[in-house]
């Protein structure tokens, strides 16, 4: 629950171990909390983080979710370039084309005239100061909510330029890219963090930025040194300034990224996929005063057997149980895609290490 995010934040110990997940597979919240997720999105997802022992959160439905797309079958926004295709009690969503070709329309571009709001793929990551608020107040005491910025510096060139055109820019003449695009992109982000820190309640700022892929960083190191790194602490500075700690998430191999974000000024990583390596985590980042959220591998969890699921969450637990800073997570979430047997068995050794309540499968039906 929220107060128990907030001991934990600050270094003591909470009444259970602290979990984040990101809900979306059907049966699951249909299970625990006795009702329809398309009729009573709202309830349905607050009665299943009580229920389940969710205490950070960032999907916070205000209304009911649309029909999902039918499995293999691609639908596409009627005016926009977006697809969706069927992963849980939500769609995934994927960007067909890019505003720019070229890259004189690179160095051309007015930042100023690129909106946050206008980009699909972070929803649900809205980073507006009345959708914070109104989460916040729709989550209430149940979990602590975190709006989080995606495009926080490297994923503004992913997400409105796509890789191709990024990759020719950034690789081609990476001071001019930087100076154009990286600097102001840079700037657009600080602007939103202090929005962001302003309206959100939660001591942490939740900041992504997806350097890697799963098998390594996509450039050279000297380029994260010289184009990535440095702004970081300039985006990060709102935040810090209004007391918040810097939590950084990121999916794929993060492990030679794990040391310069410590000493950039980021407190606490949220590591999204199982290829980062968690040894590596802990050494970094399980010192007092930071924070690790992660742990367990979703393909475990789609691809294994229940017996397999226990054991990877007890093994876990006896790695991390000293640990104060750390909270246990899925990387990627739990969508359809994982069968309902291993999510059973899964929560069920989350009650063993103190993370879930004994009776989550009833108490949501009461």
Known sequence: ????????????????????????????????SGRNVYTNTRDAYLVAYEALGIDIINRVPVENAPIPSDDGITRHHPHLPYSYSRLGIYDTVMCNDYPLKKLDEVYNLDFSDVK????????????????????QNTLGDTGL??????????????????????????????GRFNDKFILP????????????????????IYLHDDLASANGPLFAPEWYSEYIFPHYPEIFEP????????????????????????????????????????DKVIEVFSTP????????????????????????VLELDNKTRNIPGFAISSC????DTIPLENLEAYFEARVSIGATPADWKTRGRM
């Open 116 to 135: 946050y709001s206008d980009l699909m793929v972070p929803v649900p990551h809205s980073c507006d100061p009345e959708d914070i608020r109104m989460r």
């Open 1 to 32: 629950m929220k107060k128990d995010v907030l001991l934990w934040s600050e270094g003591k110990s909470p009444a259970k171990i602290i979990s984040k997940e990101t809900l979306n597979h059907r049966r699951l919240v249909e299970m625990v």
């Open 185 to 204: 992109a840079a700037k657009k982000s600080a602007g939103i963090v202090e929005q962001m820190a302003k309206a959100s309640d939660s001591p942490f």
């Open 289 to 312: 005063g930071r924070f690790m959220i992660g742990g367990i591998d979703t393909k475990k969890l789609s691809f294994g057997t229940p017996d397999e699921v226990r054991k990877m």
């Open 239 to 278: 935040a810090i300034k209004s007391g918040k700690k810097i939590v950084f998430v990121a999916d794929g191999n993060m492990d030679s990224f794990l040391e310069p974000l410590a000493d950039c000024g980021v407190d606490g990583i949220m590591f999204e996929n199982p290829a980062t390596n968690l």
């Open 145 to 174: 909510y975190y709006p989080m910025l995606y495009t926080t510096l490297f994923m503004w060139g992913v997400e409105y330029l796509g890789y191709e055109l990024f990759f020719e820019a950034a690789l081609t003449e990476p």
């Open 332 to 335: 990627g979430g739990l969508h």
